[in-house]
């Protein structure tokens, strides 16, 4: 997938951007699904309001204000708009691809073309964004962003059909919305549905006395799409730790673990495993 440096913006004057997002552009996600995404979606998520601006960089681009890379896809989405100091942060509008997230000089290639980029979006702002005229960088993320690198193969792969259809396991350490996002494909959490993330997808086939959670545990890329959000990964995180404290009580090894054990444990939490 795609890797993105993300960036803040500070000097907005967010009356304006707000009046020409919310009365003038009036994006949704269907505008997704334009030059660069073949969106698959069930159709609900096609109206409602997302926060993506498109358009002004395929007029820059088609004028001539600004050149882009090749690799280099311009357009995306903000986070939160903070009136009192001046701010629209998160803005995540560079998208770079055909770098290897496990190379170090890939992904220092890939952070000075982000940030070469990133200037060439606040150039397209400030020209075509109203609001952003005077704007300017606030700070750029800590790090250019990998949405996907290594996985674990477990002793449970989870799968496309896993995540789109409420899969139900026995070994439940926790319960993750019907949420999707990559490789064209968004599927918003807004009807309920959820599925079950198994033990197993936390536990490597080869390797004993090690858990591996966050975006790497195993899976399928459409599944990696789910459990890469950052609160599942951090579902799978505290089940970890979880399961590496009962381990250490019950004196098993990780893959000996009594999966009731280790779901008591979890629900004491408060969380919920069903």
């Not at 536990?203 to 959670?213: E, S, Y």
């Amino acid at each position: 997938m795609h890797l993105s440096p993300v960036f803040n913006c500070h000097g907005v004057d967010t009356k304006k951007f707000k009046e020409y997002i919310y009365k003038q552009l009036k994006p949704t996600y269907k505008d997704w699904a334009g030059e660069v995404w073949n969106l698959i979606s069930t159709g609900k998520e096609s109206h409602m309001f997302s926060p993506y601006i498109k358009t002004p960089f395929t007029q820059a681009i088609e004028e001539g204000l600004i050149e882009v890379d090749e690799n280099v896809s311009l357009g995306g989405t903000w986070s939160t708009i903070n009136e009192k100091m001046g701010e629209v942060t998160q803005l995540n509008m560079v998208f770079i691809s055909g770098y290897d997230p496990l190379n170090v000089r890939d992904l220092t290639r890939a952070e000075i073309q982000g940030r070469e980029h990133v200037l060439k979006v606040l150039k397209v702002l400030r020209h075509k964004v109203p609001g952003f005229q005077e704007a300017g960088i606030r700070n750029f993320a800590m790090t250019i962003g990998a949405r996907e690198s290594r996985k674990i193969q477990g002793h449970y792969y989870l799968r496309k059909e896993d995540v789109l259809n409420q899969a139900r396991f026995e070994d439940s350490i926790g319960i993750f919305p019907e949420f999707v996002d990559g490789l064209n494909h968004l599927y918003l959490p807004t009807t309920g549905r959820y599925f079950q993330i198994p033990y197993r997808a936390i536990l490597p086939k080869k390797i004993d006395n090690l858990l591996v959670a966050g975006r790497s545990i195993s899976g399928d890329r459409v599944a990696h799409c789910a459990f890469r959000n950052m609160s599942c990964c951090a579902l799978t995180g505290q089940a970890a730790g979880i399961a590496a404290a009962v381990s250490l009580e019950d004196k098993v090894n990780t893959s000996k673990i009594n999966i009731k054990n280790l779901q008591k444990a979890i629900q004491k939490q408060g969380l919920r495993i069903y």
